[in-house]
């Protein structure tokens, strides 16, 4: 009985130590299975302004029409960044399997290699109604927390005191953006947040709309900061969240790509391949969630 008896113990304990192991099988199995590449897919557009210059509201006004969009995500975004800023692209172009609309940082800087990988594919050049309001607005926006990555696209991790060199960046992006489809005006358009509902026609110009019609509702106004504003209490939160995974991501991304110990390394590379599949999946149900709730769109 004393043998059996022990057994039956080392079988629990293994069980106990297998099930949580067995259960996260199954959740990134089944998490893989969900997040597969479409089959079909509408020709791709890519918003390719700059922060805080309504690439958000875009992309909101694009899933309005039915795409599917990639924006700004908290932790795949920010490796996105880490990794184009590394000269490693095969992460971004890996995401050009999985949506139709792509908006916010890195993108801005990757249209000349996807203007090549896709033919069909159309651009937008997000502004603002002139470059003094846009830096006011970065102004806001980078002074709630810093980030060393801004320093990639606006030569400077801060606004305060970097104010002509972050604008120059603003007037390069555009000159040559400009300069690049100054002859493929088919597959190119701007777009003035600050006009509203004008930017209807404009989208639906490389945007999939009925000929001749745009939505009769308002144009999205996203991410403005009246959204970052939500009590004290939530303030707060979000503040720390940001705060916490901004250090664990400059800790991560300095020991990847600046040294640091190789086990660190492979277990930061392996816990991407995980954090990669179960984010793709929430995602791709989010947008089956969001197609299967919208309410339809209806054009003038």
Not at 44 to 71: E, M, N, P, Q, W
Not at 177 to 188: E, I, N, T
């Amino acid at each position: 009985m004393a043998a059996i008896s022990a057994i039956v113990d080392i079988a629990m304990r293994y069980a106990t130590a297998l099930v949580p192991l067995l259960l996260s099988a199954v959740i990134l199995f089944a998490a893989h299975l969900i997040a597969q590449p479409p089959e079909t897919l509408k020709p791709k557009i890519f918003v390719i302004g700059l922060s805080k210059t309504g690439t958000t509201s875009i992309g909101d006004a694009l899933a309005l029409l039915g795409y599917k969009r990639l924006g700004w995500k908290d932790i795949r975004s920010r490796h996105l960044v880490h990794t184009w800023a590394n000269g490693d692209y095969s992460a971004l172009i890996d995401q050009t399997q999985y949506y139709d609309a792509f908006e916010d940082l890195p993108w801005p800087c990757m249209y000349r290699r996807m203007a090549e990988m896709y033919p069909d594919s159309k651009f937008i050049l997000s502004l603002r109604k002139d470059e003094q309001t846009w830096l006011r607005s970065m102004r806001r926006h980078v002074g709630r927390g810093s980030w060393q990555p801004y320093s990639y696209f606006y030569g400077a991790s801060e606004v305060e005191g970097n104010e002509e060199t972050v604008l120059q960046s603003y007037r390069s992006h555009t000159d040559n953006v400009r300069a690049y489809f100054a002859d493929q005006p088919h597959r190119y358009t701007e777009i003035n947040i600050d006009e509203g509902d004008m930017n209807w026609k404009a989208l639906c110009e490389v945007a999939q709309c009925p000929e001749g019609s745009v939505p009769s509702i308002s144009f999205p106004k996203s991410n403005t900061a009246a959204h970052w504003s939500n009590g004290a209490l939530l303030d707060n939160l979000h503040c720390f969240w940001s705060w916490t995974i901004t250090r664990v991501e400059e800790l991560s991304s300095s020991s990847y790509y600046r040294g640091g110990w190789q086990s660190v390394n492979g277990l930061l590379s392996v816990c991407w391949g995980v954090v990669s599949v179960i984010e793709q999946a929430c995602s791709e149900l989010y947008f089956r969630i969001m197609v299967a709730n919208a309410e339809p769109v209806t054009f003038v």
